[in-house]
Every structure is written in C-alpha cells, then in structure tokens.
C-alpha cells in the first residue's frame, strides 16, 4: 500500500503516478512490468518511486483499490438513480464497466489483471493474488437490504453475483460476445437471480 509520502503529494501529482501505473499494467501483465517506464511517464525520480511504494506489486494493488474507490462512488448514484433498486444498480454498473472496456487501454487493463491472477508460475504474483481476487467487480455488501442481508444462503447469493460479473466481463474481454449482447446476458442473468433468490 502507499506510504504516507505518497499519500501526502498533491492530488496532480499523485494521479499523474497512477495514470503511469496504469499505462504501463494495460502494457504488460505485473510480473513483466517495468518500474523505470511508469517513473520516466510519471516524470518523477526513481527513487522517489521508493518513497511512495514498497515495490510494482504495492503499486499495483493499489491502483486497483484506487479504481474501485471510484466505481464505488458511481455505485453510490446508480443506487440513487434507481430508487436503491440493486439490481438495476448492478445492471447500470455492468453497461457502464462494458463502455469502459471499448477504450483498448481500459480493456488491456483489464486482460492483463486476470492474466496475473492465473500466472501459476509467477512468485512474484502470489502474495498479491488475494488482494486482486478481492478489488475485482467488488459489490458492498452494505447496499443490499437489510431483509437481502439477513437470508441464510446471501454468501452464496454474493457469490453468483460476482461469478455473472467475472464471466460475462471474459466472455467480452475474449469476443465471445459483443457490447450489445453481453449486456442482454447480463441483465437477463440478474433477473433470474433476483426472481430466484428466496
């Protein structure tokens, strides 16, 4: 994680060593990353890299906290868009991550995360692999209602939600589907779930 040094630069500053990060991570999976290319487009010391960071996988998890920390908030508005309806919430959030996905940045991004979640040869990965198992297509479980919360099987409601998410964003990362039609399985998925949950 960041060390206060780095959480203590300006917010310029801060987001111009992120937006390097993440060009470099759409580049090449983690364990290919190169931490000389994000401080030459960061524009900042290599030492000072040291200073804010641990090392590449820190930096890493770290700008995969910090975009949740943003699709959270945006979770925040769709509920209030809906009425707190989740499941409209969630679709809205799933076409939205789709658009996202059309940038060839944002998609390699994407690919290259799951690549390092499934590197079965990688030392390097395998402290970090929890970590990013946990940041992907988060939903918190606080905004699900009280009476949702409260049912016997709501971990393995949990659960499905997130493997609907994980292989409907596969199944477009890898063309198997297009925007159009990926969005449709989704929403058709989270129907199901919602007219089945009891």
Same mark, same amino acid.
């Given at each position: 994680? $960041?060390?206060?040094?780095?959480?203590?630069?300006?917010?310029?500053?801060?987001?111009?060593?992120?937006?390097?990060?993440?060009?470099?991570?759409?580049?090449? $999976?983690?364990? /290919?990353?190169?931490?000389?290319?994000?401080? #030459?487009?960061?524009?900042? $010391?290599?030492?000072?890299?040291?200073? +804010?960071?641990?090392?590449? *996988?820190?930096?890493?998890?770290?700008?995969?906290?910090?975009?949740?920390?943003?699709?959270? /908030? %945006?979770?925040?508005? +769709?509920?209030?868009?809906?009425?707190?309806?989740? +499941?409209?919430?969630?679709?809205?959030?799933?076409? =939205?991550?789709?658009?996202?996905?059309?940038?060839?940045? =944002?998609?390699?991004?994407?690919?290259?995360?799951?690549?390092?979640?499934? *590197?079965? *040869?990688?030392?390097?990965?395998?402290?970090?692999?929890?970590?990013?198992?946990? %940041?992907?297509?988060?939903?918190?479980?606080?905004?699900? $209602?009280?009476?949702?919360? /409260? #049912? /016997?099987?709501?971990?393995?409601?949990?659960?499905?939600? #997130?493997?609907?998410?994980?292989?409907?964003?596969?199944?477009?990362?890898?063309?198997?589907?297009?925007?159009?039609?990926?969005?449709?399985? +989704?929403?058709?998925?989270?129907?199901?779930?919602?007219?089945?949950?009891?």
């Amino acid at each position: 994680m $960041p060390t206060r040094t780095f959480l203590n630069l300006p917010k310029d500053k801060r987001l111009r060593i992120l937006r390097a990060a993440k060009k470099e991570f759409s580049r090449v $999976p983690l364990e /290919k990353a190169v931490i000389a290319n994000i401080v #030459k487009d960061a524009e900042i $010391p290599r030492g000072s890299f040291y200073q +804010y960071f641990y090392d590449v *996988n820190d930096l890493f998890v770290y700008v995969l906290e910090y975009m949740y920390g943003i699709d959270k /908030k %945006k979770f925040e508005k +769709y509920l209030e868009e809906t009425n707190n309806d989740i +499941y409209e919430a969630l679709k809205i959030k799933f076409s =939205n991550e789709i658009d996202k996905l059309s940038s060839e940045e =944002n998609r390699q991004f994407k690919i290259n995360a799951f690549a390092t979640l499934f *590197n079965q *040869n990688s030392d390097k990965t395998e402290r970090i692999i929890p970590e990013v198992i946990e %940041k992907q297509n988060q939903v918190d479980l606080a905004y699900f $209602p009280v009476e949702v919360q /409260k #049912k /016997k099987n709501f971990t393995s409601f949990m659960n499905v939600i #997130k493997m609907i998410g994980n292989m409907c964003i596969q199944r477009y990362l890898t063309k198997q589907a297009d925007e159009n039609e990926i969005k449709d399985y +989704y929403n058709s998925c989270i129907d199901f779930v919602k007219g089945g949950f009891h």
